[in-house]
């Protein structure tokens, strides 16, 4: 096995690009390493040998891999972002052998600068939960241990990054879920701002609030992807016409003088006090760089959860309306029309799914509509003001990424509550529709992965990396779990 | 309606907006082509896709709101109507909710010499469905053409104020012809490219309050608007006044069997849950875009038909066959233009003279199929033909004998004139050959005349012309005629 299987982004693709090793030669490195390991975790739920070792040997004939940011470097691919003629499930038994025709546009992105997808990455059916146990081929276990959730919605693609299986993932962030898995895997991931990354290709969970973000070992490697992905594409009307800027250069600026938010109040309630004190001393080490820590107000951030669980449910209930068997994947044929639509929908939806499938149905309707999504709205547009307001006296806030360290498997899956409240300190960036980062900053006393979350005004994701960098640098996070 | 009620029409039109690509994508609407051939991962609704707004269709229906004089939105939203059906790849249909782009504009027209403006409550964008094919395969398979899937349209909604079958139906045929003219819409009813359903209520004369209404669906043909409604309004006036009630319901119109069907009764309507398409950002149009629209608009059938009348001394029924159609428009005007130009009439004149050929001759032959129209000749042949009859180079007759001719055809009438030597015998010596031989032949007629009965004029006029093939100038036949038989008093 090669030895640059388990080495940085940067590392394989200047390797690549040097000809040091082939994009072949790692790929079924990468592919033996999956193959290998995956078992324990049940990460991936579809590996592509073929199509992988196609691309590397494209990237190896490539006449510009000199100039391929990824040349080479192995990926894996939430299960809800489209690869034309290989699966894609969404973790959901309504997909059942559905392959798409297309390719989703980071898809492109990822390919064309070289990148090759090993395959694609377990999820919560539809991206929906907070620990990957809501997948019809299974739960994902953490690599840390075993006995634990990796997190979710992305938690294949956490896992996967976490153990090495790939040098870097895409997932996709609704409400926290690239964040929360890349904290409880002790990787870092970014969720870039709303409209950063073009969604074509996305399998839409809630379409105002979507975004398709890395997640890698390191912020560089998280900062170089993040910048092949991002762009405007004129095939999703809500992706931005801005520049992108140099992301990766940003991770060698110092932080001097930044200003640092922190949440008054905010991890008095509900955080483990490991959590507690790794914000404590991330604190610290951020008044260290230099950084100036200021205390700021969210007084509507309490809200976020319900917000979250009526606008994200009620654009669900549509967005998913398309899976009725008609087309693709699974059918159950009932007595007429009707029928057949009851039976398929029923069949090949999880619990979690109809749960919010049946919650956005509720609040659109007619005589609830005003009072559930409308007011929604209403208090989205006090949280966005909220960060405004707060943004006004620093230039990120903080805040843990999740309350606790990687739960058990099992732990809440009975308790949907209980489980929607691991995202309270991820739903309100995805509200305010601004870019968040998680990178790890310590470890719980039973060796499981703290994630800080720092989140920046909207497109300052070059802040993000900025201050993310710097902080890793200085709080020399290294670990890595059992068997990496 | 002599029964003591009053009949309430509100019509909502769906009309295609003429535009090469479809609403949210880039595949083709042509009408016509093989099932599921025009189709995208946009329009079939695959998981992932995203629907991209066309510009042309949103500046087409801009078009059509600042013609009806509408007020324009600057910031317009697409909702999603949520309701499951095979026709809709997506379970939801994407269109203009509460905030559409046009809203309060006017229709304006005469009928029976009564001016008539209807309120126009709102136009919007939306897609079109799939078009399910039923009884496929042994009979009991349905198969979906997704072709028409994602087709842009106009939804025309006019308010609850015509008050009979033929003011629906003048409505309707204004705003056809309307939107033929701005060029957005290609008027081919039987492609369905202008659907119409009508909401239908009656009330006792006097009575404020609106009666339950019931929507048509299926009235997509001028022929059947009348029938339709005229059969609606009758059996809800029966119900009523034998002291039922109307049930708010949706009702087909069958037209082999010439009577409305019921579909589905409101009551047990869905719940659209309509909600702003989160994937759509709101559509934006500028103050610019509008007074762009604003100036491009074309002069539409009620100006012209006023201009026919006023400037070129048309009657109000030819000015009103002439305008009513585009492409005859055009044809008249660039007919009647150079008419003017070649033969040094003036342009009312020239005008008059084209509008009688065409009125008389040429429209006959013509065939419209919505906004194309097959003339069968060109304006320049047209004018050139009227224009051998103004120099008395052929006469009239000749002209309409030439006509079927040319049709189809890009011969020259000046080039076909010669070939067939057909050219007016204008040359008096020539004419004054055949009068004497003539007056020759018909000694007793010649009395007749000399007598003072002067009406036997016409018969050796009719002689002279047959003798001549036609080809005489009939003025100067005249004149000769009248010469040598008052010659010889």
Known sequence: ?484 | MGSGYETVIGLEVHAQLLTRSKLFCGCSVKFGASPNTQVCPVCVGLPGSLPMPNARAVELALRAGVALGCQIRSHSVFARKNYFYPDLAKNYQISQYELPLCEHGKLRFELDGKAHEIPIQRIHLEEDAAKNLHGMGSGTVTLVDYNRAGTPLMEIVSGPDLRSSAEAEEYLKRLHETLMFLGVNDGNLEEGSFRCDANVSVRPIGQEQLGTRVELKNINSFRFVRKAIDYEVARQIALVSGGGRVVLETRTWNDGQGKSLPMRSKEEAMDYRYFPDPDLPPLHVSEAAIEAARRSLPELPERKRARYVESLGLTVADASVLSAHPVIAGFFERAAELLAAQSKLEPAAAGKKAANFLQSELLRHVRTNGLSAEMGVSPEQLAELLTLVESAAISGKQAKALLPSLLGTDRRPEQLVREQGLVQVSDTTAIEAVVRDVLAQHPDNVKLFRAGKTAVLGFFVGQVMKAMKGAGNPKLVNEVLQKLLNEGA
């Open chain 1, 1 to 484: 096995m090669h030895e640059l299987v388990t080495a940085s982004v940067t590392e394989i693709a200047q390797a690549v690009r040097d000809g040091k090793v082939s994009a072949v030669e790692i790929t079924r490195a990468a592919l033996a390493r999956a193959d290998a390991k995956n078992a324990s975790l049940n990460a991936f739920l579809h590996v592509d040998h073929e199509g992988a070792l196609a691309q590397a040997a494209r990237v190896d004939a490539s006449p510009n891999r000199t100039g391929l940011p990824l040349a080479g470097v192995p990926f894996g691919l939430k299960d809800n972002l489209c690869t034309r003629g290989v699966p894609t499930t969404c973790a959901s038994k309504i997909l059942q052998g559905y392959a798409p025709p297309y390719d989703a546009h980071v898809v492109e992105q990822l390919r064309a600068a070289g990148a090759v997808v090993l395959g694609k990455l377990n999820l919560d059916e539809f991206a929906m939960g907070s620990s990957t146990e809501n997948s019809a081929f299974g739960a994902v276990r953490n690599p840390w241990d075993t006995s634990r959730a990796p997190g979710g919605s992305s938690g294949g693609s956490a896992a996967a990054v976490a153990l090495g299986l790939s040098a870097a993932a895409l997932g996709s962030d609704t409400g926290g879920s690239v964040r929360q898995p890349a904290s409880f895997c002790g990787v870092t991931a970014i969720k870039p701002s709303y409209g950063r990354v073009s969604r074509y290709g996305l399998i839409a969970f809630a379409s105002s609030l979507d975004q398709v973000g890395p997640i890698a070992r390191n912020v560089r490697d998280a900062a170089r992807v993040l910048g092949v992905i991002a762009g405007r594409d004129s095939r999703d009307p809500t992706s931005a016409d801005r520049p992108v800027p140099n992301y990766e250069a940003e991770c060698e600026r110092d932080v001097k003088g930044m200003r640092v938010g922190v949440v008054r109040g905010i991890t008095d309630e509900g955080c483990a006090p490991a959590v507690q004190q790794a914000m404590a001393r991330a604190r610290e080490q951020l008044a260290a760089l230099g950084c100036e820590i200021v205390e700021v107000d969210m007084p509507h951030q309490k809200y976020a959860l319900s917000v979250y669980y009526i606008v994200a449910t009620a654009e669900a209930s549509s967005n998913l309306a398309r899976f009725d068997g008609m087309r693709y994947g699974l059918r159950v044929n009932g007595d007429d029309l009707r029928d057949t639509y009851g039976k398929t929908r029923d069949a090949g939806f999880g619990l979690e799914v109809k749960r919010r499938i049946m919650l956005g149905t509720y609040v659109l309707s007619a005589g609830y509509y005003d009072a559930f999504y409308l007011k929604a709205q209403k208090v989205q547009t006090l949280i966005r003001r909220d960060y405004a307001q707060a943004f006004e006296r620093c230039d990120v806030v903080m805040t843990p990424t999740a309350p606790t360290g990687a739960f058990k498997l099992g732990e809440k899956i009975d308790d949907p509550l209980q489980m929607y409240l691991q995202d309270v300190f991820t739903l309100p960036p995805s509200l305010a529709g601004i870019p968040a980062v998680s990178v790890p900053c310590g470890l719980t006393p039973e060796r499981l992965p703290i994630g800080l979350q720092l989140a920046a005004p909207g497109f300052e994701e070059a802040r993000l990396v900025r201050i993310a960098a710097a902080f890793e640098r200085a709080s020399g996070w290294a670990e890595r779990p059992p068997g990496f």
